[in-house]
């Protein structure tokens, strides 16, 4: 089936590391995807990773895949407030390339 | 800036009245998406469109029709509007071959 899971709240200190979770249950998931949405606003895209990859830097973010476990995260390095917002993971079904989202965590930076 | 934009950004409805999104794209990207956006649900899609004139439906298309008589436009009808269509609609284009899905801003609709 079609699933993904998230945590729906996480609270850090400004400065520290950030950890997002994720998981999700199809296996044949290719591409899997992080977005960042701020109050109002529309998804932004932060990163993908493709399956055959277990991690992925960009930055101040890195992506960590386990697919033994089904499981994706998403790691915030010097987490600042300006990276308040809701975190969702998408995967990817690849017969249409639709995405299928997780409910959203939402981050809270504390100065 | 993907060049995706959507009309109306916000609408207030009744029940029962016909309502038309529409999302426009500058390129021609085949694959275009229509999400609706609820509070501790994520964003599930409505339908979607793999060219012109081929639509299919998603895990939520009840109650909604699409037509995409064009590349660059996807339209979104509620036929007759109800109270649980009230949501936050985006559209978005898939960009091959980079696989990277890019959202517009949204449209807000409230229907009374």
């Known amino acids: 089936g079609e699933d993904v899971e998230q945590s729906l709240f996480l609270s850090v200190r400004e400065g520290d590391s950030s950890v997002i979770n994720c998981t999700y249950t199809d296996s044949s998931s290719t591409y899997l995807y992080w977005y960042k949405q701020e109050p109002g606003a529309g998804l932004q895209l932060l990163t993908y990773i493709f399956s055959n990859m277990d991690m992925k830097q960009d930055q101040r973010l890195t992506v960590l895949l386990n697919k033994k476990d089904k499981h994706l995260s998403l790691r915030i390095a010097d987490t600042q407030t300006g990276d308040s917002a809701i975190y969702f993971c998408?995967?990817?079904?690849?017969?249409?390339?639709?995405?299928?989202f997780g409910s959203g965590t939402r981050l809270l930076v504390r100065p | 800036d993907a060049g995706i934009t959507q009309s109306p950004r916000h609408k207030v409805t009744e029940t029962g009245t016909p309502v038309t999104l529409r999302c426009h794209q500058t390129e021609n990207h085949r694959y275009m998406y229509w999400y609706r956006q609820d509070p501790g649900h994520g964003l599930r899609l409505i339908h979607y469109?793999?060219?012109?004139?081929?639509?299919d439906k998603g895990e939520v298309s009840d109650g909604y029709s699409v037509s995409r008589s064009k590349t660059e436009d996807f339209l979104l009808t509620l036929e007759s509007a109800t109270s649980s269509q009230t949501s936050v609609y985006f559209c978005?284009?898939?960009?091959?071959?980079?696989?990277?899905?890019?959202f517009g801003p949204g449209t807000r609709l409230t229907v009374l």
């Open positions: 998408a995967e990817r079904m690849d017969s249409s390339y639709k995405l299928i």
């Open positions: 978005a284009i898939n960009f091959a071959p980079d696989n990277e899905q890019f």
């Open positions: 469109s793999y060219g012109v004139k081929d639509t």
